[in-house]
């Protein structure tokens, strides 16, 4: 009865760098969500998956992130050439279907330095 | 443009001071309005799902309702345990994207 894991709770980079944020789903959840809270912001809906399908990705603040989900279960976020302003907590959740609620891990705070 | 707004920002309420938290929306098409509870440095936890007007859902000393235009999350005789931010969420009909508020901290004062 795990529920949403993200990894790695923290991380701490530099500015320019790559980095891949993981999220595994609960156990026989088709849909995957990934969010992005900034301080003071609200959740910002990035993208969904249903299956190892992402419908739409025009959520993604920009050509740098990418996302990606295989076997319909582990998620990869993915922020290449890392900018300051993509400093914030990354959370994902899960569902079982698109019509039930979501459940969410506790997120990635990443720090662009 | 869809919008989730919720009032107020913060509260702070006595302890058994029962009051409401507001969510209205405008969008083109919901699919479901949500509630969530979020403790610091804590993913958000589903509370309820409210899908049509006039639809109630009650949790110990929550209770949220809808109609057209907003929901309010309705707490009575809070306790200090209740503290959290309270965030809520719709889903949009045409595709299934998911809007957030930016959520109303609550502070229970003992």
């Known amino acids: 009865g795990a529920g949403v894991s993200q990894s790695p709770s923290n991380k701490v980079t530099e500015k320019g760098k790559d980095v891949e944020l993981r999220c595994d789903p609960i156990?026989?959840?088709?849909?995957l969500y990934w969010y992005r809270q900034s301080l003071g912001q609200g959740l910002e809906f990035l993208i969904y998956?249903?299956?190892?399908?992402?419908?739409?990705k025009s959520g993604l603040p920009s050509d740098r992130f990418s996302a990606e989900r295989t076997g319909g279960s582990v998620s990869t976020l993915t922020i290449q050439r890392t900018q300051q302003e993509d400093s914030a907590v990354y959370l994902c959740?899960?569902?079982?279907?698109?019509?039930?609620?979501?459940?969410f891990g506790d997120g990635t705070r990443l720090s662009i330095l | 443009e869809d919008q989730v707004t919720q009032s107020p920002e913060a509260l702070r309420l006595q302890e058994g001071e029962s009051s409401s938290l507001n969510c209205s929306y405008t969008v083109s098409g919901l699919r479901g309005l949500f509630w969530y509870r979020q403790d610091p440095g804590k993913g958000p936890e589903f509370l309820f799902t409210l899908y049509s007007a006039g639809e109630e859902k009650e949790k110990e000393r929550l209770k949220a309702t809808l109609t057209k235009k907003e929901s309010f999350l309705h707490i009575t005789a809070p306790k200090p345990e209740d503290s959290a931010t309270y965030l809520c969420?719709?889903?949009?009909?045409?595709?299934?994207?998911?809007?957030f508020g930016k959520g109303t901290r609550l502070h229970i004062l003992p």
């Open positions: 969420a719709g889903r949009l009909n045409r595709d299934d994207k998911i809007i």
């Open positions: 959740a899960s569902s079982m279907n698109l019509l039930q609620p979501q459940h």
């Open positions: 156990s026989g959840h088709t849909a």
């Open positions: 998956f249903q299956g190892n399908s992402a419908p739409d």
